[in-house]
């Protein structure tokens, strides 16, 4: 939340055009009592993109998940993973993995609303229950409400004591669970999500599992996302550079203020693009500048400040890094 907005997901389509990207977790709330097309509208260039939801009302997500499918999202995926307290009060994330039929009805009654694939993404146990049996009994039980994709995070969610990010960390990972399920549900796809930050490592997990979800890796080292086409697509064309990126991000800041928005909103998401690259840290100073961000207003002042950035980068940088 927070982090993968129709802006960051622009940026991330620019370095891949067939990895899948999802959206920031929607509650069902925001968009039955809230600013629908807040919430649910983007660019048809980030397709293909799935929409996230946290709910638990099995009426409230077949409801929303409607309005994902009618809004143009290619799969609406249910959140069971998010540890948060905040979420939980809310009765819906990690917790829910304890009520396994609930989210079979949840799912279910999506599942009856919508044509595109409804998907599940969940922990493999929450708190000290660390039994295999316990993760097998939920994707088993969803599966038979007609879910086909799961997509495991393979750490537990310690639901008190822990804050989201130390659930990012502390709980250790057992990809060995995502690949026995994958073997006791041979027909169901299975992705795996944790700690993924190499292309070695992605590989290796193929060969066990269907699919891999990378988060905190492409939002930090987002050029990590340049070669997928390539390497696990079959793309034949070049890898884009750095500077094409880049260029093509400033058109796209260009039509963001256009329409009323912000530089800084879609910039935020690129401070990653120049890390560990020489320079990199004059040009994220730059574009991280939240007061001059906000007070430029036309396509001459946002090209300015990007031509600015990229002064800080050694020349053949520029064009080609």
């Known amino acids: 939340m927070d982090w993968t907005d129709r802006h960051c997901r622009t940026f991330h389509r620019a370095l891949s055009q ?16 809230g600013d629908v097309a807040r919430h649910l509208d983007f660019n048809a260039a980030e397709q293909p993109v799935a929409l996230q939801l946290g709910g638990s009302e099995p009426a409230d997500l077949a409801q929303a998940a409607k309005l994902g499918e009618q809004w143009g999202y290619a799969e609406i995926n249910l959140n069971c993973g998010c540890p948060s307290e905040r979420v939980q009060r809310g009765a819906f994330g990690a917790c829910l993995m304890a009520e396994p039929q609930l989210v079979a009805d949840c799912v279910k009654a999506m599942r009856d609303a919508v044509s595109v694939p409804v998907t599940v993404k969940h922990r493999i146990g929450i708190d000290t229950i660390e039994h ?7 994707v088993g039980t969803i599966a038979e409400a007609g879910c086909e994709t799961f997509i495991v995070h393979a750490r537990n969610a310690i639901l008190k004591g822990l804050s989201p990010k130390e659930n990012r960390e502390i709980p250790p990972l057992r990809y060995e669970v995502a690949y026995e399920l994958k073997r ?8 795996i999500n944790g700690g993924i930050v190499t292309y070695d490592e992605i590989a290796a ?3 066990h599992v ?3 979800m990378i988060g905190r890796e492409a939002y930090h080292q987002p050029y990590f996302l340049s070669e997928m086409d390539q390497r696990f697509y079959g793309a034949d064309t070049p890898v884009r550079t750095r500077h094409d990126v880049e260029l093509a991000m400033q058109e796209y800041v260009v039509g963001v203020v ?12 690129m401070l990653g693009l120049h890390r560990g690259i020489h320079g990199g840290r004059g ?6 500048d939240a007061r001059r961000m906000n007070a430029a207003r036309t396509r001459q002042e946002i090209v300015a400040l990007f031509e600015e950035a990229r002064s800080h980068l050694r020349p053949d940088l520029r064009e080609a890094a």
């Open 184 to 191: 006791e549900f041979p027909q169901l796809e299975i992705l």
């Open 132 to 138: 295999y049996g316990f993760v097998r009994d939920f």
């Open 283 to 288: 040009w994220r100073r730059v574009l991280s």
């Open 18 to 33: 067939h990895i899948w990207l999802y959206t920031e977790m929607v509650t069902t709330g925001a968009l039955l009592h």
């Open 205 to 207: 997990h193929l060969e």
């Open 210 to 212: 269907d699919g891999v």
């Open 258 to 269: 256009e329409r009323g928005g912000y530089m800084g909103a879609a910039t935020r998401h």
